[in-house]
């Protein structure tokens, strides 16, 4: 597995698509994660299953770990699971990279 982070429009998803075009990727984690959360379901049980049955997918997503810590209870958790959903996938994904301005870091 591999995980792209970075910030909202920075070109996470057109980096990945040139840079592993073989791979099935997993676009947009972090807005998917939100949807799944507010309509009151388990998004870490539910990512754990694909990423089981796509062991060598490319996970995208946005970092939400650099901002002010929300106000609203709702943004709070899901900021917090969000981060330690990222976490797992970051220490299983066997290459991590950061995308800023179009530019990767590797980072794993």
């Given at each position: 597995?591999?995980?792209i982070?970075?910030?909202?429009a ?5 980096y990945a ?6 791979r099935?990727?997993?676009?947009d984690?972090?807005q998917?994660?939100r949807?799944k959360?507010a309509?009151?379901e388990e998004?870490e ?9 796509e062991?060598?997918?490319v996970v ?5 770990s ?10 709070r958790e899901y900021r917090e699971?969000?981060g330690r959903s ?7 994904a066997e ?6 301005a179009?530019i990767a870091?590797t980072?794993?």
């Amino acid at each position: 597995m591999i995980l792209i982070l970075g910030g909202f429009a920075q070109g996470k998803s057109e980096y990945a698509r040139k840079k592993y075009p073989d791979r099935y990727i997993l676009d947009d984690y972090a807005q998917s994660f939100r949807e799944k959360l507010a309509a009151g379901e388990e998004p870490e049980k539910e990512f754990e299953e694909i990423l089981r049955k796509e062991p060598e997918c490319v996970v995208i997503s946005d970092e939400v770990s650099s901002g002010v810590i929300p106000m609203d209870e709702f943004e709070r958790e899901y900021r917090e699971r969000l981060g330690r959903s990222l976490v797992k996938i970051a220490a299983e994904a066997e290459h991590v990279e950061r995308i800023f301005a179009g530019i990767a870091v590797t980072l794993k």
